[in-house]
């Protein structure tokens, strides 16, 4: 029995071959490769390219321990990761909610197009048109007090709340289309099957609703927290002052002082801090999901 | 019946590169140099191309780091490069860039000697820099939200500018601000604590950290800004060129000064249109148009800042043997020196946080 289904997947996967190959040579080529070349890059002393002279080395990922500056700056990466993932679910769960539940036809068209809109922008503008909004005298400050009948001073720029805002914008269509798959997938006479057998609507979301929709909610989360916590582009031009990241820092050893060694290094513990945080949430999430 | 289309798609291809690479031999100055830096204004170019019959292909970079890794590994593809005169050195030991035959410059004679001579620029009797143009990095105010202009650097730490202030952020700007500021050599910090101390009270201060000239043009646009540290060009760029309330202060501790030259990289396709790309960029013709049309920083050619009327901005204050006295001339930093910096600088930010 055990032979035999062997057997068949491994005919099945060479079946399926022609079919995988070109994503995994594209994989192989465009991903391995240059990150193979990163895991050496971050062995050595020095770049080859102007001809000096290098060696291998393990005093990159050493310079991460030394310095109380990188723990802090990881540890404010990943808080930020937490933070924008938790706005993303309370502000895209509900709005998946709606599209797959309440809405249909071309309201529902409407709104989808809403949310995806995000994407077909360019991130830098994206955040341009954020700081244009949030400035003291800029559109939401000059807009407010028009309409209110007493003097408020907004000017979000330049802060923490800036970057989460900028963030949560360019990360919550994850979130809403993750969502918006799995709760399109449950059958309505669940729901209904819940209500008449006396469960309140309360009741109905806690067992049925969220219990069901959760590997959307998981995979949204995995998909915003990782790229989130690596962001350099959004903190830098939203966070002023405070806009200092491990992302920012990373891309610093890149451009500022071509210490791609020192960068590459950093990378990789971000990597491995990522994954082991994925791992350890792993069977939660699975039991979850 | 799918493969020999392929074929043909393919072959099209290669057809197609090998006619760009032919195109791009004839007659092309490929010039290296920050965006919107007089080498790529339109008129220059145009004016350029008409009276030599080369074509200039304008390429750019965002950091000098940049700048040293498109030559390191674009071989061959530039002819023209703009270097600060601090990176010269590097770029020279590790092959990058040719001696020039200043003989077939003929504007090279007009530029001053102690630019001309520079050690940064010339090793060996052989020069591999042509000095083009030089400027401070000094501070720069919003009209608006002062009566007289400051005269001091202090003004950067008055509490009633706090929220208000910017910096760069460059690791390197910041520190050798920071040594004005404390009063020392840029070129050779001897107390580094006290540029820290210096630097740690000046953070709570500032609004952001500016990366771009858009970056200071905006916030003084939308008033958000009272002082920060700015380039000269800039400041004059920001004045002349968009109008903005924007003043140049050199600050009676000093001012760090950059010189910026034009080197020819090794293995440039095109010797003789470089040159004369670089004859093009020191004249006097050329300089007074981008400082009326546009703005810009100090010519190294004497003749060319004469010929500025007499009161212009470049002429008057920073001809001013005043200023000349107390600028400092930024001199080549080595790799350990520019990560120390960079760990210094980022330890500040976080620490602000």
């Known amino acids: 029995m055990a032979a035999q289904s062997a057997t068949a997947s491994r005919s099945g996967l060479r079946s399926a071959l022609p079919l995988l190959a070109p994503a995994y040579l594209w994989l192989t080529v465009a991903i391995f490769l240059p990150l193979s070349a990163m895991v050496f890059f971050s062995f050595m002393t020095d770049l080859p390219l102007s001809g000096k002279s290098w060696a291998f080395t393990l005093g990159n990922y050493a310079a991460f321990f030394s310095q109380s500056l990188y723990l802090t700056l990881l540890l404010a990466s990943l808080r930020l990761g937490l933070e924008v993932t938790l706005w993303c679910i309370v502000i895209g769960y509900p709005a998946a909610y709606v599209l797959a539940k309440v809405l249909k036809g071309r309201s529902r068209e409407a709104i989808f197009l809403l949310v995806i809109l995000p994407f077909w922008s360019n991130g830098l503008v994206r955040i341009f048109s954020w700081a244009m909004v949030l400035r003291e005298g800029g559109i939401l400050d000059t807009a407010l007090n028009a309409v209110l009948p007493f003097k408020i001073n907004i000017d979000l720029m330049y802060s923490y709340p800036a970057v989460i805002i900028g963030l949560v914008h360019s990360y919550v269509p994850y979130m809403v289309l993750t969502c918006y798959l799995t709760l399109q997938a449950i059958d309505d006479s669940l729901i209904e099957a819940g209500r008449s057998l006396g469960a309140s609507r309360l009741q109905v979301l806690k067992r049925v609703i969220i219990p069901l929709s959760m590997p959307g909610l998981v995979a949204g989360a995995a998909l915003i927290f990782v790229p989130v916590v690596g962001s350099f582009m959004e903190p830098r031009i939203l966070g002023g002052r405070t806009g200092t990241f491990y992302g920012t820092v990373i891309e610093d050893q890149f451009v500022a002082v071509f210490n791609w060694p020192l960068g590459a290094a950093l990378s990789f513990i971000l990597l491995a801090v990522v994954l082991v945080i994925l791992a350890i949430a792993s069977p939660v999430l699975r039991r979850a999901a | ?353």
């Open chain 2, 1 to 353: 019946m799918r493969m020999p289309r392929l074929t043909a798609l393919l072959t099209a291809t290669a057809v197609f590169t090998t006619a760009l690479t032919l195109a791009a031999s004839a007659a092309e100055v490929h010039v290296l140099n920050w965006k919107g830096y007089g080498a790529d204004e339109p008129w220059a170019v145009a004016a350029f191309e008409k009276a030599t019959g080369n074509k200039v292909v304008n390429d750019f970079f965002n950091s000098e780091q940049e700048m040293l890794t498109k030559i390191r590994t674009n071989p061959g593809l530039y002819d023209v490069v703009m270097i600060n005169a601090a990176f010269n050195d590097q770029a020279m030991a590790e092959k990058l860039i040719q001696p020039i035959d200043t003989s077939k410059l003929p504007n090279y004679a007009d530029i001053s000697k102690d630019k001309a001579g520079s050690p940064m620029l010339d090793h060996d009797g052989k020069v591999y820099g042509v000095p083009w143009v030089w400027g401070l990095t000094a501070l720069a105010i919003n009209e608006k939200s002062f009566d007289n202009p400051p005269t001091s650097i202090a003004e950067m730490w008055d509490p009633k500018h706090k929220g208000r202030v910017v910096i760069r952020d460059d690791a390197v700007e910041a520190v050798q601000f920071g040594a004005i500021a404390t009063g020392q050599n840029i070129n050779d910090i001897k107390d580094m604590d006290a540029v820290k101390t210096k630097l740690t009270s000046l953070m709570p201060q500032i609004k952001t950290f500016w990366s771009s000239e858009n970056d200071w043009n905006q916030m003084v646009a939308s008033n958000q800004i009272d002082i920060g540290t700015y380039w000269s060009g800039s400041a004059d760029r920001a004045k002349t060129h968009f109008k903005l309330p924007v003043s140049l202060v050199i600050p009676r501790e000093g001012a760090v000064a950059w010189l910026d030259a034009f080197s020819i990289p090794v293995g440039s396709k095109n010797v003789e249109g470089a040159q004369a790309f670089i004859n093009w960029m020191i004249d006097p013709k050329f300089y007074v148009e981008w400082v009326t049309k546009v703005g810009a920083p100090v010519s190294a050619n004497t003749k060319a800042v004469e010929a500025l009327p007499q009161d212009a901005f470049n002429r008057k204050v920073m001809g001013d043997p005043e200023v000349a006295k107390r600028i400092q001339f930024q001199a080549p930093i080595t790799d350990a020196q520019r990560e120390a910096y960079l760990a210094l600088w980022q330890q500040l930010k976080v620490d602000v946080k």
